[in-house]
């Protein structure tokens, strides 16, 4: 079955130092990775996609995340946390079936950024 | 362009009551879809439409139906609300069906209490 995992719920970081938060996930086939944020009481907003190509993907807001396909990982990383980056971060994995697309979701993963 | 706009932002309903949950969007997707999100649960994705006039289920469809009633306009009925149906409701759009990878925009999302 597609998964995806993300270990920590939360993770407490100090402004200033970088961040990681992790992802790991389970597709048959190409993985197309997206990582996306949620701020309180709002939906959620992309962030980046790793569909092929280059392992490091750059996007929003000065985060990056390494594609690792022997780990089947794809952590995002930022390399100095502000608090205002504190949010939920889901990773997601897009899969295709029967020639639709599908997508499933990680439980998500609180970053608190502590002044 | 507003995105994706959804309707109403908050509900209470009693047991057996019925309602409907407005989705539209303006940015000419094909693909449109409901998620509910629970605490420690992640997005769970209830239905999704690839295209106008096709709905398919997602993990989590008991208790819902969808219309997709033009490009736009994406709505989930609830029949016969039940407590379990407590939740916060997300819709989104996306580019592309069959083998095309698009990111998802969301709604802000509708918080439905179910007494």
């Known amino acids: 079955a597609q998964s995806v995992a993300q270990p920590e719920d939360q993770v407490n970081v100090a402004e200033g130092n970088p961040l990681t938060v992790k992802c790991t996930y389970s597709?048959?086939?190409?993985?197309?990775l997206f990582w996306y944020v949620q701020y309180p009481n709002r939906g959620l907003q992309f962030l980046l996609k790793?569909?092929?190509?280059?392992?490091l993907v750059k996007g929003s807001y000065g985060f990056e995340a390494e594609f690792n396909k022997s780990q089947t990982s794809f952590h995002l990383k930022k390399p100095s946390a502000l608090v205002s980056d504190s949010a939920l971060y889901f990773c997601?994995?897009?899969?295709?079936?029967?020639?639709?697309?599908?997508?499933?979701f990680g439980i998500g993963t609180k970053l608190q950024v502590i002044p | 362009n507003a995105g994706v706009t959804q309707t109403p932002k908050f509900q209470v309903l009693k047991t057996g009551q019925s309602m409907t949950l407005q989705c539209a969007q303006d940015?000419?997707?094909?693909?449109m879809y409901w998620y509910r999100q629970d605490p420690g649960m992640g997005l769970r994705l209830i239905y999704y439409?690839?295209?106008?006039?096709?709905?398919d289920k997602g993990e989590v469809p008991n208790g819902y139906n969808v219309s997709r009633l033009n490009k736009r306009e994406f709505s989930l009925r609830l029949e016969s609300a039940a407590p379990s149906q407590t939740s916060v409701y997300f819709c989104?759009?996306?580019?592309?069906?069959?083998?095309?990878?698009?990111?998802?925009?969301f709604g802000p999302g509708t918080r439905l209490t179910v007494l």
């Open positions: 597709v048959s086939g190409n993985p197309y």
């Open positions: 940015m000419n997707h094909n693909s």
């Open positions: 989104a759009s996306s580019e592309g069906t069959g083998v095309r990878v698009g990111t998802q925009y």
């Open positions: 790793y569909i092929t190509g280059d392992n």
């Open positions: 997601a994995v897009r899969w295709s079936s029967g020639g639709y697309q599908k997508v499933t």
């Open positions: 439409s690839a295209s106008e006039g096709t709905t």
